[in-house]
């Protein structure tokens, strides 16, 4: 009688194809990090953590200080005072005196919960022929009206070691960037008041038009994208949590000019692409119109 077939041995993932660079610094070896992984130019890897959804952790550069909104004052209670007895007098009413009628209080106005002016930026940038010139924090995608930002409303610069912070310490990311003539890099965070929508905007400038978007047509995740409407020269990439009570979330990967921007977008359950699509298209429109 035949004897029955072994299991078969468990397939490895495939390992990511390396992509050429515009030069030849040293090869880095790419690590292995569960979760969805960000294939970069010369196939480095990196891995997302998908934090909870508002959650302010360390991995996150600009994500500092948690923005609340201001409490409502409790509202005041006026009473009226009873009248006092005078000197002399007895505890029971006087027979002749009649009582003197107390005013009903003047009703207080309500307050109305506010939130605190956001300060106009001093900022300055302009574009002109693909090229951006100025501070690169002016081209982040602006806060809406119906949002608060993380940190400075005017966002931050992330420095090398802010950028390497978001990779695995193995990994030359400054000789990577460096070879596709990489300048600098901006960033912001802002979580709509309802505390359903967090959108983080990051921007890096290059030295040349062609060299960002090189860049940006090799940047990948670990899994297809997909186009998203209404942004040409642009791709998605989705992540759906394991669980609806979990954070799901959307990465949007475009370039204008000598600009690479992308926008992460965290909702709870699985993500609407139509989140991207808006926040893709308002990134791009800031970008071309400076």
Do not use: C
């Not at 007098?89 to 956001?118: E, W």
């Not at 759906?240 to 009570?245: F, H, L, S």
């Not at 949007?252 to 965290?266: A, F, Q």
């Amino acid at each position: 009688m035949p004897e029955p077939p072994a299991d078969p041995e468990p397939t490895p993932a495939p390992e990511p194809t390396p992509v050429p660079a515009p030069t030849a610094p040293p090869e880095p070896q790419p690590q292995s990090q569960p979760g969805p992984t960000r294939r970069l130019p010369r196939a480095v890897g990196v891995g997302l953590s998908v934090a909870g959804l508002l959650a302010v952790t360390a991995a996150s550069a600009a994500v500092t200080v948690a923005v609340g909104r201001p409490d409502r004052p409790a509202h005041p209670a006026a009473a009226a005072a009873p009248p006092s007895a005078g000197p002399g007098s007895s505890a029971g009413p006087s027979p002749s005196a009649s009582p003197t009628p107390t005013p009903p209080p003047a009703p207080s106005p309500t307050p109305t919960p506010t939130v605190a002016p956001r300060p106009s930026s001093t900022l300055q940038g302009s574009a002109s022929g693909g090229k951006h010139s100025g501070d690169l924090r002016y081209f982040l995608l602006p806060v809406p009206d119906d949002a608060d930002p993380y940190g400075s409303p005017d966002g931050a610069m992330m420095s090398m070691d802010d950028l390497q912070a978001r990779y695995s310490k193995s990994v030359d990311l400054k000789g990577i960037l460096d070879s596709w003539g990489f300048k600098d890099a901006a960033t912001r965070t802002y979580r709509t008041r309802d505390g359903k929508t967090e959108v983080r905007t990051d921007l890096r400038r290059f030295g040349r038009t062609d060299r960002a978007q090189g860049f940006a047509d090799n940047t990948s995740f670990d899994r297809s994208s997909f186009a998203i409407d209404g942004v040409p020269n642009a791709k998605g990439y989705v992540f759906k949590p394991e669980q609806q009570a979990y954070t799901g979330e959307l990465v949007g990967i475009g370039v204008v000019g000598d600009v690479v921007y992308e926008v992460t977008v965290e909702v709870q359950g699985d993500p609407d692409k139509a989140l991207l699509s808006d926040a893709m298209k308002r990134a791009r429109d800031h970008l071309a119109d400076g």
